[in-house]
């Protein structure tokens, strides 16, 4: 019997979720991780068939999701880990806004080499491997070609806690000035798919996890656009505040954008 291929296994294992979460839509008690941060039984049913799908596969490997109880991990001497989000979208879940997703990657010594992001209500598939491009269910995708702010169209991710003299708004300021137009959808994961296939010109968050970008970062690089931090400095695959963008001048004009907001000193470190 042939093994199945690491991105086979990715892309069935968000489809499982995927339909966990639909079945599950407007049926769960939410709990609060922290002020603002909302976790439900959804987002554990989703990690628990993530889970049971890639280590079912590949039993050998680690398993990173954002709602691990401590200690779970890592698992000494693995090379490959899957890192998860179960829900990119819990609020917009709670409230049934028909936008949110399972984002899932594949890492081999800290570089992804596939990833998928599932929205399950409009059945989008978006995967990528490293080397071998980008895809929507199936076809090639390609960031948009935008090179100028004023014809972009942003989005914007913010914390689940804002305050007056945060840098998330003094950026949005800024941006929503320069841009042709912003929208915040509630999902960072989508907003780099959605980025990687042309639908969004730029995408920016200052709070993001690693389960956050670990897939869309991917499937950025293989559509040809480019993520960065925001100095303009390599994005690793870890924790922080990230600008992703179509590339080019695009990128370059957004940097310059952050820089006049001000916000580096507080943001730009790793």
């Not at 069935?12 to 922290?34: I, N, P, Y």
Request: aromatic share 6%.
């Amino acid at each position: 019997m042939t093994m199945p291929s690491y991105l086979e296994v990715c892309e069935q294992a968000v489809r499982l979720a995927g339909a966990v979460l639909v079945e599950m839509l407007g049926q769960v008690t939410v709990h609060e991780k922290g002020p603002a941060d909302l976790v439900t039984e959804a987002d554990h049913a989703s990690q628990d068939t993530v889970r049971r799908t890639v280590l079912g596969a590949f039993p050998e490997h680690d398993f990173l999701g954002e709602e691990d109880s401590p200690g779970e991990h890592p698992k000494p001497g693995a090379e490959f880990r899957w890192i998860l989000d179960p829900l990119d979208g819990t609020t917009n879940y709670v409230h049934q806004v028909p936008h949110f997703c399972v984002s899932l990657a594949l890492a081999h010594r800290g570089e992804v080499l596939c990833g998928a992001i599932f929205d399950p209500l409009l059945k989008e598939c978006f995967t990528a491997e490293r080397g071998k491009g980008a895809f929507r269910n199936g076809r090639r995708i390609r960031t948009s070609g935008v090179q100028r702010l004023d014809a972009a169209l942003a989005a914007v991710g913010f914390p689940a806690v804002v305050h007056r003299d945060s840098p998330d708004l003094r950026l949005f300021a800024e941006a929503a000035v320069a841009c042709q137009a912003m929208r915040r959808t509630g999902s960072a994961a989508l907003n780099l798919a959605y980025v990687a296939c042309g639908r969004f010109d730029l995408a920016w968050s200052f709070t993001t996890k690693v389960w956050d970008i670990a897939a869309g970062k991917l499937l950025i690089e293989e559509a040809g656009g480019q993520m960065t931090r925001m100095d303009g400095s390599e994005m690793p695959l870890a924790h922080g505040p990230f600008i992703a963008s179509a590339g080019g001048v695009l990128h370059q004009q957004a940097l310059a954008i952050i820089a006049r907001a001000g916000v580096l000193p507080h943001n730009s470190s790793p």
